[in-house]
């Protein structure tokens, strides 16, 4: 069974930085796609970042500029680094992981890491 596990979050100034980490228990080069969600109460997941296996990077309009997603294969962890956070940056942040198999689609979820940007 697949675990990813997120650390890094924290509560900061906006104009601030936090690097998340989500290390996973196994080799991150198996996953076709891993990501970072963010989530606030009553609100729909959303997608913030995500890397390709083969290292093409997608960010949501909201953070293109400010955040930087990228990968350690031999340490198989996946970071996000976050820059000039603002308070609607506030939020819990999930790791996400998917990989197809034999038309299956296998998706992986951390348990989140509260990140809070005060004004």
């Known amino acids: 069974q697949v675990q990813l596990v997120e650390s890094g979050g924290g509560l900061v100034q906006a104009g601030g930085s936090l690097r998340l980490s989500c290390a996973a228990s196994?080799?991150?080069?198996?996953?076709?796609?891993m990501g970072w969600y963010r989530q606030v109460p009553g609100k729909q997941r959303e997608l913030v970042a995500s890397?390709?296996?083969?290292?093409?990077?997608n960010y949501a309009d909201s953070v293109k500029g400010r955040f930087t997603i990228s990968s350690d294969n031999a340490e198989n962890t996946v970071y996000l680094q976050m820059n000039s956070l603002k308070p609607e940056d506030t939020a819990v942040y999930y790791c996400?992981?998917?990989?197809?198999?034999?038309?299956?689609?296998?998706?992986?979820w951390g348990q989140g890491t509260q990140v809070t940007v005060s004004s």
């Open positions: 196994g080799s991150i080069f198996s996953f076709n796609v």
């Open positions: 890397i390709t296996r083969g290292g093409t990077t």
């Open positions: 996400n992981a998917y990989k197809w198999s034999f038309g299956v689609k296998y998706d992986y």
